[in-house]
């Protein structure tokens, strides 16, 4: 029954952070200044500026899905109970970026697109 409480309970935090790297990653990680954020910002910027809302559903989708990704891999490396090789090592490194959000950018700047 513990195992079943912690599961949920991993699941629930898991999700709630996922949500907030998806909605707040753009503001943390992207802004370098040019784009602002969100409606409230806008009378900051001029509207040709504006980033249309397609590009705001696609950066909340990749950035949620990514935290997700490094939450179900760090559930994963969890539950086998160690870390062995190459490949639990790289999927440390996955859930590592996953989580703090750097998943995506990794993804975008390699050279495996």
Same mark, same amino acid.
Request: net charge positive; hydrophobic share 55%.
């Given at each position: 029954? &513990?195992?079943? =409480? %912690?599961?949920?309970?991993?699941?629930?935090?898991?999700?709630? $952070?996922? %949500?907030? /790297?998806?909605?707040?990653?753009?503001?943390?990680?992207?802004?370098?200044?040019?784009? &602002?954020?969100? /409606?409230?910002? /806008? @009378?900051?910027?001029?509207?040709?500026?504006? #980033? #249309?809302?397609?590009?705001?559903? #696609?950066?909340?989708? =990749?950035?949620?899905?990514?935290?997700?990704?490094?939450?179900?891999?760090?559930?994963?490396?969890?539950?086998?109970? @160690?870390?062995?090789? %190459?490949?639990?090592? $790289?999927? &440390?490194?996955?859930?590592?970026?996953?989580? $703090?959000?750097?998943?995506?950018?990794?993804?975008? @700047?390699?050279?495996? @697109?």
């Amino acid at each position: 029954m &513990l195992v079943v =409480i %912690l599961t949920i309970a991993y699941a629930i935090v898991a999700v709630v $952070f996922s %949500l907030f /790297r998806g909605w707040y990653a753009v503001t943390i990680l992207v802004t370098g200044g040019a784009k &602002l954020t969100y /409606r409230s910002e /806008r @009378k900051l910027v001029p509207p040709d500026k504006w #980033h #249309h809302w397609s590009w705001w559903a #696609h950066e909340v989708f =990749i950035n949620f899905a990514g935290s997700m990704i490094g939450w179900a891999t760090a559930y994963y490396l969890i539950c086998q109970g @160690k870390i062995e090789g %190459l490949s639990d090592a $790289f999927l &440390l490194l996955v859930a590592i970026a996953g989580i $703090f959000g750097f998943l995506p950018w990794l993804l975008y @700047k390699s050279t495996l @697109k």
